[in-house]
């Protein structure tokens, strides 16, 4: 899949509303932490997947905010399920690191530093590959509808062995640690990740339709059905 780095990175501004979406997309991020903004906006992210897939030339836009709030639940949930064995492995590993550490002996404080950074270090690797995997699945939600196309493992294992993914999503996550250089600068910070956001998952709508060659074919019910 050949990359228009120009057309990629002013790809958020395509839209006559952008800088409304940026505004209300940051405002989101800003708001995260709290259940309800994190749905409105992994539901956006949902249908910028999808206009990846479709090739479209503009963003989408903040509206239908049922539907919005539903695909971003979904998304969550498809997302915290692949996250679920990193999960555990953190807190086998750091939580029996720090039950050693708490012995106070000096053999048990040696296993609990040498267990608390493996379990980090091998957490953090789990918690990439599963990511890795569970985009496509949320991006395979956006293309079929219904929460099983989720865990569709026949589609999720060709799509992740496939350049055609794997490198637009390697692309995607270098733009996103750029972006986080800036994410601890008040509201700039929020609106840069906002914006390097839409730009990835563009990137990663576009390998999943390249892997399964299918742009264009999302289920016009797609946007929804939960």
Do not use: C
Not at 50 to 62: I, L, N, T, W
Not at 158 to 179: R, S
């Amino acid at each position: 899949m050949a990359l228009d780095i120009e057309a990629l990175l002013t790809y958020p501004m395509k839209s006559d509303d952008w800088l409304v979406t940026v505004v209300i997309g940051t405002v989101l991020t800003l708001l995260s932490f709290l259940l309800i903004p994190a749905f409105l906006l992994y539901g956006y992210l949902v249908r910028v997947l999808r206009a990846g897939m479709d090739d479209a030339p503009e963003p989408p836009v903040f509206d239908d905010w049922g539907s919005l709030f539903v695909e971003g639940l979904v998304a969550t949930v498809i997302l915290f399920v692949y996250q679920l064995i990193p999960i555990v492995v953190f807190v086998v590993t750091v939580g029996g690191s720090i039950g050693a550490m708490a012995t106070g002996t000096e053999a048990g404080a040696g296993l609990g530093v040498a267990g608390f950074f493996g379990g980090f270090v091998l957490s953090t690797v789990l918690a990439l590959v599963f990511g890795y995997v569970g985009l496509i699945g949320v991006a395979n939600y956006a293309r079929e509808g219904g929460i099983g196309a989720g865990f569709d493992f026949g589609v999720i294992v060709d799509v992740a062995t496939d350049t055609a993914y794997a490198v637009p999503w390697a692309i995607g996550v270098v733009i996103l640690i750029v972006a986080g250089l800036v994410g601890s600068i008040p509201i700039l910070g929020q609106a840069v990740l906002f914006y390097a956001l839409i730009v990835a998952m563009k990137l990663v709508g576009q390998g999943y339709a390249a892997a399964r060659g299918a742009s264009g074919a999302t289920s016009p019910d797609a946007d929804v059905t939960a």
